[in-house]
T-cell receptor, first 112, second 110 residues
Framework: KNEVEQSPQNLTAQEGEFITINCSYSVGISALHWLQQHPGGGIVSLFMLSSGKKKHGRLIATINIQEKHSSLHITASHPRDSAVYICAVADIYGGSQGNLIFGKGTKLSVKP | SQTIHQWPATLVQPVGSPLSLECTVE??????LYWYRQAAGRGLQLLFY??????ISSEVPQNLSASRPQDRQFILSSKKLLLSDSGFYLC?????????FGQGTRLTVV
């Protein structure tokens, strides 16, 4: 079964700082997702990656398939970026027909 | 375009009361549908998945059940809620490598 580890668990940054959140997984995947969960609980899908790099606004996501590692970067962080960021992988060996395995999340707080 | 609706967003229910959370999808047919739960301090864990009408698989034993009465409808239920059922519940569907998520339901059992 795939294990998904995120680091750090908690992260506090000052507004404007460059932020990196890491995700590692243990076995092969078909895709990796980065999600954002706001304090109210709603989930927003940020990226779906199967290789390389994607950019959307101030967010950049990269994945290294060989190293089984992905990073989410936030440039020029802002207090509104405060949320829990969750990594989830679509496990190619998963018996549950495309089930996602989720990391525990990284709680980001950006101070003004 | 594909969308997924999940409601309610928040729910406070007394112990022993029933539960029904509904999830519906649009813009697709015969999706794989999933219910996940996030307990305090833990990651989202798969509760149930369904590959078609009436087909439900359970990943973990629990006080909950799921049903899929229509192709694009997935329901999570309980006859009698326990305190330990409190948490964040998320509905999702997948297509190839893509996944779409509901907004989630924050359930507090009191």
């Amino acid at each position: 079964k795939n294990e998904v580890e995120q680091s750090p668990q908690n992260l506090t940054a000052q507004e404007g700082e460059f932020i990196t959140i890491n995700c590692s997984y243990s076995v092969g995947i078909s895709a990796l997702h980065w999600l954002q969960q706001h304090p109210g609980g709603g989930i927003v899908s940020l990226f779906m990656l199967s290789s390389g790099k994607k950019k959307h606004g101030r967010l950049i996501a990269t994945i290294n398939i060989q190293e089984k590692h992905s990073s989410l970067h936030i440039t020029a962080s802002h207090p509104r970026d405060s949320a829990v960021y969750i990594c989830a992988v679509a496990d190619i060996y998963g018996g549950s027909q495309g089930n996602l395995i989720f990391g525990k999340g990284t709680k980001l707080s950006v101070k003004p | 375009s594909q969308t997924i609706h999940q409601w309610p967003a928040t729910l406070v229910q007394p112990v022993g009361s029933p539960l029904s959370l509904e999830c519906t999808v649009e813009g697709t047919s015969n999706p794989n549908l999933y219910w996940y739960r996030q307990a305090a301090g833990r990651g989202l864990q798969l509760l149930f998945y369904s590959v078609g009408i009436g087909q439900i698989s359970s990943e973990v034993p629990q006080n909950l059940s799921a049903s899929r009465p229509q192709d694009r409808q997935f329901i999570l239920s309980s006859k009698k809620l326990l305190l330990s059922d409190s948490g964040f519940y998320l509905c999702a569907w997948s297509f190839n490598t893509e996944a779409f998520f509901g907004q989630g339901t924050r359930l507090t059992v009191v």
